[in-house]
Nanobody, 116 residues
């Protein structure tokens, strides 16, 4: 199993930036993909960005060109650089890993608020 702890959320004005971090521990050797999801009140949880062990990345259309996902080589940490934030980006952001064998683990979430 993999344990995940997010940090870096907070309040930012529209147009501002935040960097989320996720520290991973446990069965790191078995991680296939790491990603960020978000969930706004009343909405379903959605994929924001994901990167795999072979460095394939994908982004939600709504964040392309504004957000950048990156990770440590040993899968020990995941980051999300968020630029030009918009009010619609406000949500609880969750770190996620998918292991070989498809087992998934989640962090506890970190709140991102975008407001003037």
């Amino acid at each position: 199993q993999v344990q995940l702890v997010e940090s870096g959320g907070g309040l930012v004005q529209p147009g501002g930036s935040l960097r989320l971090s996720c520290a991973a521990s446990g069965r790191l050797f078995n991680i296939y993909a790491m990603g960020w999801y978000r969930q706004a009140p009343g909405e379903e949880r959605e994929l924001v960005a994901q990167t795999t062990r072979d460095d394939t990345t994908k982004y939600a259309d709504s964040v392309k060109g504004r957000f950048t996902i990156s990770r440590e080589k040993g899968m020990s940490a995941l980051y999300l650089q968020m630029n030009n934030l918009k009010p619609e980006d406000a949500a609880v952001y969750y770190c996620n890993v998918v292991e070989f064998g498809a087992h998934m683990s989640w962090g506890q979430g970190t709140q991102v608020t975008v407001s003037s």
